[in-house]
């Protein structure tokens, strides 16, 4: 049982009108200004002076534009809870009345539209939220909460940025770090999964090198637009004939670039491709597979120079610790019944979140809320046309502000407070230890109260 004292179980159940009313408006006004990767100077602001008032120490710019708010309240974990607070470069097209028409200049320094397609901004409203009621209840809990305000989560820049600049005893080392993201799913409703929960994505640029010549005299050529079309066709053999069917993986070619008119070929040819593996061994494999591939099909156009390699960017596996998601699971059934729900897989999407306690060796544990209108969703699985929901990354995503608010607002604080909360006496270090431990099981909720939660927990998806 978490046992939340009064006025925090009171605060979590009814977060109360006017704390809502404040976080809707914050909500739509960050959506209405959504700022790229590492350029978050806006939000950041916004969000570190938000947390300045309530009464954390906040330290700025920590990896370019992160914050990072730390609050001691007596003896007890080290709990990091983590909100990500960049946008897309694509332009929003929800017809919102709050909805983004920002263009700022990308890396590259073309224009593009802005928009928070991947939710973002509700993150961070969440988190504020949920930093609030904490900062409100201090004599409900003991413990440090360590809130961190992540950057460029889009680019894989942000959490690797956050930990280069992190520094020794800066900041405390967290005993767990609690993170959740908005996707489609009834709003409403939470889903969490112990394990493996999102694919390792690895993007990475081959650039191909031949000779380039007339169109008519292909014999004083290498071409490199065969060599790339080569490429492309046997990259799409190592899903299908180097991995087993039961190991999931995905590679996608996304661009294929060459030449400019019909009878020049050009020097080089340039393939831009994804993949998404739930395994370290595989993702290995495969990266191993897409060099030896495209060395040797340069080889077979008899290249003269090798292929050029350059990673665009790279998110590690999010493998959730099995004893903290237990811990999370517990909590969530107590406050959401059945509309808390173990996930029926991992997703092939991927997050830099597991960044940090992967590069720590801290626990973590990420879950998901869901977003869109119950009626909707209902309504889309009956007709089997959930896929057609606008998702993250869609030009037309939407969250519904209620109760998707309210929902990963609780969520976060009743996992936060499943630590926070800890009986008197579960130190830091004892809870470390405990949570380091994957494979030693929790103490369970009462045989009872696991078979009540067992009945009302269905499969979401
Ligand atoms: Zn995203
Ligand atoms: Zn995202």
Same mark, same amino acid.
């Given at each position: 049982?978490n046992?939340?004292?009064h ?6 159940? /009814?977060?109360?009108?006017?704390l ?25 602001k ?10 954390y ?6 990896g ?5 708010c ?7 974990p080290?709990v990091?809870l ?15 009345p709050?909805a983004?028409?920002v ?5 590259d320094?073309?224009?593009?539209g ?23 209840n ?5 413990g ?11 680019t894989a820049?942000g ?13 405390? +080392? ?20 112990p ?7 690895d993007?990475?640029?081959? +650039?191909?090198f ?18 790339? $079309?080569?490429t ?8 299908s004939?180097?991995i087993?069917p ?19 070929i ?9 993949m ?8 290995? %494999? ?22 050029? *390699? ?5 998110y ?6 099995? /004893? ?6 517990? $909590?969530?059934?107590?406050?959401f019944?059945?509309n808390?729900?173990?996930a ?7 997050e830099? *979140? ?9 626990? %973590?544990? *990420? ?9 909707? %969703? $209902?309504? $889309?699985?009956?007709? +089997? ?11 037309? *995503? ?22 926070l ?31 009540? /939660?067992a ?7």
């Amino acid at each position: 049982m978490n046992p939340l004292t009064h006025a925090l179980a009171a605060a979590v159940a /009814a977060p109360g009108a006017k704390l809502l009313t404040e976080l809707e408006d914050l909500y739509k006004d960050l959506h209405r200004h959504p700022e790229l990767s590492m350029q978050e100077h806006r939000t950041a602001k916004i969000v570190a002076d938000a947390m300045q008032d309530l009464g954390y120490e906040v330290t700025r710019n920590v990896g370019v534009t992160g914050a990072v708010c730390v609050m001691k309240n007596g003896s007890g974990p080290i709990v990091m809870l983590r909100a990500d607070m960049d946008a897309l470069p694509m332009a929003e097209n929800t017809g919102l009345p709050y909805a983004s028409t920002v263009t700022a200049r990308d890396a590259d320094g073309s224009e593009v539209g802005v928009a928070h397609s991947c939710g973002h901004d509700m993150h961070v409203t969440w988190m504020i939220g949920a930093a609030r009621i904490l900062s409100a209840n201090r004599a409900a809990w003991r413990g440090t909460l360590m809130i961190v305000f992540q950057p460029g989560e889009e680019t894989a820049e942000g959490a690797s940025c956050m930990v280069r600049d992190w520094g020794k005893g800066r900041f405390p +080392k967290p005993d767990v770090i609690l993170g959740q993201h908005v996707m489609v799913g009834p709003a409403g409703t939470v889903s969490y999964r112990p394990g493996v929960t999102l694919s390792a994505g690895d993007s990475l640029k081959i +650039k191909l090198f031949g000779r380039g010549s007339h169109g008519s005299q292909p014999q004083t050529s290498i071409d490199p637009v065969i060599m790339a $079309a080569a490429t492309a066709l046997r990259l799409q053999t190592i899903v299908s004939r180097e991995i087993a069917p039961s190991e999931p993986a995905v590679l996608t070619i996304g661009a294929l670039q060459a030449g400019t008119k019909e009878n020049i070929i050009p020097d080089d040819a340039t393939i831009k491709l994804n993949m998404r593996t739930f395994s370290e061994d595989t993702r290995e %494999y495969m990266l191993k597979s897409i060099r030896r591939i495209c060395c040797a099909e340069c080889d077979a156009s008899g290249a003269e120079r090798a292929p050029e *390699f350059t990673t665009i960017n790279s998110y590690p596996l999010t493998e959730n610790d099995l /004893a903290a998601t237990q811990k999370v699971a517990e $909590a969530f059934g107590h406050q959401f019944g059945g509309n808390a729900s173990l996930a029926p897989g991992p997703a092939s999407a991927s997050e830099d *979140f597991s960044v940090f306690g992967r590069s720590w060796g801290v626990p %973590y544990v *990420f879950w998901f809320v869901g977003s869109t209108d119950p009626a909707v %969703y $209902a309504r $889309a699985k009956r007709e +089997k046309t959930v896929n057609r929901i606008p998702s993250n990354h869609s030009p037309k *995503f939407a969250p519904q502000i209620h109760p998707t608010l309210e929902t990963g607002l609780q969520a976060m604080l009743t996992a936060a407070s499943a630590w926070l909360c800890s009986p008197a006496g579960e130190s830091g270090s004892e809870s470390r230890s405990a949570s380091a431990q994957s494979s030693s099981p929790r103490p369970a909720a009462p045989p009872r109260r696991r078979a009540a /939660a067992a009945r009302r927990r269905s499969p979401r998806r």
